[in-house]
């Protein structure tokens, strides 16, 4: 498994993580419910700067 691929599952758990926080009714108010959704908002910007690495890495 390379780098980027462990990085992407790595940030999927957290992501996993955090979605049954919220399902399980972890945030009880309304800021760390904000926290909790920046963060999924933060691994998905990673996410997709990975797959553009990815992407020129594959086309170099």
């Given at each position: 498994?390379?780098?980027?691929?462990?990085?992407?599952?790595?940030?999927?758990?957290?992501k996993?993580?955090?979605?049954?926080?919220?399902?399980?009714?972890?945030?009880?108010?309304?800021?760390?419910?904000?926290?909790?959704?920046?963060?999924?908002?933060?691994?998905?910007?990673?996410?997709?700067?990975?797959?553009?690495?990815?992407?020129?890495?594959?086309?170099?």
């Open positions: 498994m390379d780098l980027i691929e462990a990085l992407r599952r790595r940030i999927d758990e957290y996993g993580q955090m979605s049954e926080f919220l399902l399980a009714g972890g945030a009880s108010t309304t800021e760390a419910y904000a926290k909790i959704v920046g963060k999924a908002e933060a691994l998905e910007l990673i996410l997709t700067d990975l797959h553009e690495l990815e992407q020129r890495y594959i086309e170099e």
